[in-house]
């Protein structure tokens, strides 16, 4: 089982939500495909999240946002049968770290949720925002909302919670399934990412501090 390539460990089946497509002709699509090479030629990835020049920064994270919430998605829908109402029923990471979910519609105040209901919720939000043309507008010359940069913030510190409860309450399962590089990699992908643009706020970063190789120093 160890050896299963990462081809059936992430079966597409197994995605917690449908993969958002970058449509072909666009330049986000053309945006998506230059950062998709840069991170196959095995650069550096902190010189792989660097704004190339000449384009726009807020192109350049909408192109990563919509690619790390397919990719997250993908990890969280491959852990999703170890995680459960009953070995996740507070979504945490560790004992220190509670997350509640709060929205505009339903959970108005922050509400205790498990784990299996937070991610629910999370992917369901966060797919409706980047599929608003308002917020995430894919036609040439239509600009991005003034708070485009604060949603993206929204969207990436919650995102990067997954990989908290991930890491803290499942990595024995990353391990047994022979995905724990594939995580590593889109997990630092991220954090750079993140860090480059001072996206999301470092107290949200503190779970994941003691990380190997002194990520996160």
């Known amino acids: ?12 089946d ?46 350049w994270i909408a192109v990563h946002v919509v ?6 998605n993908l990890i969280y829908g491959t852990m999703s049968e170890y995680c459960t109402e009953r070995s996740c029923p507070i979504m945490s990471g ?20 498990s784990a299996p209901q937070y991610m629910c919720m ?7 925002l980047i599929n608003n043309e308002d917020i995430f507008p894919t036609r040439i010359g239509v600009p ?9 913030t929204k969207i990436l510190t919650r995102l990067f919670r997954v990989f908290v409860h991930v890491y803290i309450h499942h990595f024995d399962s990353i391990i047994n399934m022979g995905a724990e590089a594939h995580v590593n990699t889109c997990y630092k992908h991220f954090y750079y ?5 001072s996206l999301v706020d470092h107290r949200e970063l503190e779970p994941l501090v003691r990380m190997p190789e002194g990520w996160g120093s």
Do not use: H
């Not at 690619?67 to 997250?72: K, M, S, V």
């Not at 004992?95 to 205790?112: A, C, G, V």
């Not at 999370?122 to 409706?128: F, G, N, P, S």
């Open 94 to 113: 560790g004992l220190k770290y509670e997350y509640r979910w709060q929205d505009d519609s339903k959970y108005k105040k922050p509400t205790k949720l």
């Open 67 to 72: 690619d790390f919430f397919n990719r997250i």
């Open 144 to 152: 991005f909302p003034k708070q485009f940069q604060q949603v993206c």
């Open 1 to 12: 089982a160890m050896a299963l390539c990462l081809k059936q460990v992430f079966n597409k």
């Open 122 to 128: 999370l992917m369901d939000w966060i797919e409706m």
């Open 193 to 197: 990412f993140i860090r480059e643009f």
């Open 14 to 59: 197994k995605t917690f939500r449908p993969r958002k497509k970058f449509e072909p002709g666009t330049q986000r699509f053309e945006l998506y495909k230059k950062a998709q090479a840069s991170l196959k030629s095995g650069l550096d990835l902190k010189a792989v999240v660097q704004l190339p020049p000449g384009e726009s920064i807020n192109d």
